[in-house]
C-alpha cells in the first residue's frame, strides 16, 4: 500500500469539494425540510451510491468481502452516530448563521482529531505536523469571528458558533472511528476496505434516522422523499465527498486528512459569493492566507 500513500492528498481535496457542494443543497433544503429532513437527505439519498462505490470497489480490486470482528462494529456504529450528530448541528447552526461562518466554525477540529486519534489509535503526529494544524485552525477561527453589534442579542449570537463547535467535536468523533473502522478489517485493499466501510456506515445512519424520522417526524420524512429531485444530487456529492475521506483515512492519520480537508473553507467561500451572495471580508482573507499556510506546512512535512 506504500506506493499508493500519496492518494490521500488529491482524495481529500476531492471531498473537500464535493462536501462543499452538499453542504450548500442541504443547507437551500433546510427551511423545506426541517434540520431532520435535510440531514437525512446526505444518508437516505447517499446511502444507494455508497453501495455502488464499495460493490465497484471490491470488484475491480478482486477483494472478497471482509471479514467483520466486533471491533468493526463498535467503531462504525460510533461514526455513524457522531457524523448524525454532527450534520444536524451543523445545520442546525446554518439557519442563524451565514454558511461559509459556520462551515469555518466545524473546521476547528482537527485539533480535536490529533488528539483523540492520538488516545484512540495511536496516530502520531510531528511537532511540526501539530503546528500547521494549529495554523489552519487559526486560520478558520478568524474567518468565523464576527463583530458583535451593540443592538445584536448576544444568545442569538453565540448560539449558532456553539452549535458550529459541536459540530466541529461530533465530526472528530466520526472521523477517527471511522478510520479505527477502516483498520479493523485488518490486511487487504485500501480501497475496498474503505468503500465497505463507507456503505455499512451509512447503511446504519439511513435506518437510525429513517426509523426515527417515520415514528417522530413523519411528515418531515415524507416531505424528503418528495424533495428526490434536488435531494440526489445531495446525496451523490455526500457519498463522493464520504469516499474521498474514507479513502484518506485508510492511507494516513485522520488529522491529516481533516487538516488538509481545510479546503474547503476555500469552496464554501466561493459558494457564499456566489450562491448565497454574501460579501467576503479583509479579515476573512487573512483567515484563508493562514488556513493555505497551514496546509502548506502539513504537506511539506509528509514524506
Known amino acids: 500500500m506504500h506506493e499508493w500513500t500519496w492518494l490521500w492528498i488529491p482524495a481529500s481535496i476531492f471531498a473537500a469539494a464535493a462536501q462543499a457542494g452538499r453542504n450548500a443543497i442541504q443547507r437551500s433544503l433546510t427551511e423545506k425540510l426541517g434540520t431532520l429532513g435535510a440531514t437525512q437527505v446526505r444518508f437516505l439519498y447517499g446511502f444507494p451510491f455508497a453501495v455502488l462505490f464499495a460493490a465497484l470497489a471490491l470488484w475491480a480490486t478482486g477483494s472478497k468481502w471482509p471479514v467483520i470482528h466486533s471491533d468493526f462494529v463498535m467503531f462504525t456504529l460510533a461514526g455513524a452516530v457522531s ?28 485539533v480535536q482529531v490529533a488528539v483523540f486519534g492520538l488516545v484512540v489509535l495511536g496516530d502520531h503526529i510531528s511537532w511540526l505536523g501539530m503546528f500547521a494544524i494549529l495554523v489552519a485552525t487559526v486560520g478558520v477561527t478568524i474567518m468565523a469571528r464576527k463583530p458583535v453589534a451593540k443592538t445584536e442579542n448576544q444568545t442569538g449570537n453565540w448560539r449558532p458558533v456553539v452549535l458550529g463547535l ?129 496546509v502548506a506546512i502539513l504537506l511539506l512535512t509528509r514524506p
Do not use: Y
Open 83 to 110: 457524523q448524525i450528530a454532527a450534520t444536524a448541528l451543523m445545520l442546525a447552526a446554518m439557519r442563524q448563521r451565514a454558511f461559509v461562518v459556520v462551515t469555518a466554525w466545524t473546521k476547528t477540529e482537527p
Open 166 to 294: 459541536l459540530a466541529g467535536a461530533s465530526f472528530a468523533v466520526a472521523a477517527v472511528t471511522f478510520r479505527g473502522a477502516i483498520l479493523a478489517l485488518g490486511d487487504g485493499h485500501f480501497l475496498a476496505h474503505s468503500s465497505f466501510t463507507l456503505a455499512c456506515g451509512l447503511g446504519i445512519q439511513t435506518v437510525m434516522l429513517g426509523a426515527w424520522m417515520t415514528i417522530f417526524h413523519r411528515e418531515a420524512m415524507i416531505q424528503c422523499l418528495k424533495a428526490w429531485r434536488i435531494s440526489i444530487w445531495g446525496g451523490l456529492l455526500g457519498a463522493s465527498a464520504s469516499e474521498g475521506w474514507f479513502l484518506g483515512f485508510a492511507l494516513t492519520a485522520a488529522a491529516n486528512v481533516r487538516t488538509l480537508g481545510l479546503v474547503e473553507v476555500l469552496f464554501a467561500q466561493i459558494l457564499s459569493w456566489r450562491v448565497f451572495l454574501n460579501k467576503g471580508t479583509r479579515q476573512e482573507m487573512f483567515g484563508t492566507i493562514l488556513i493555505v499556510a497551514g
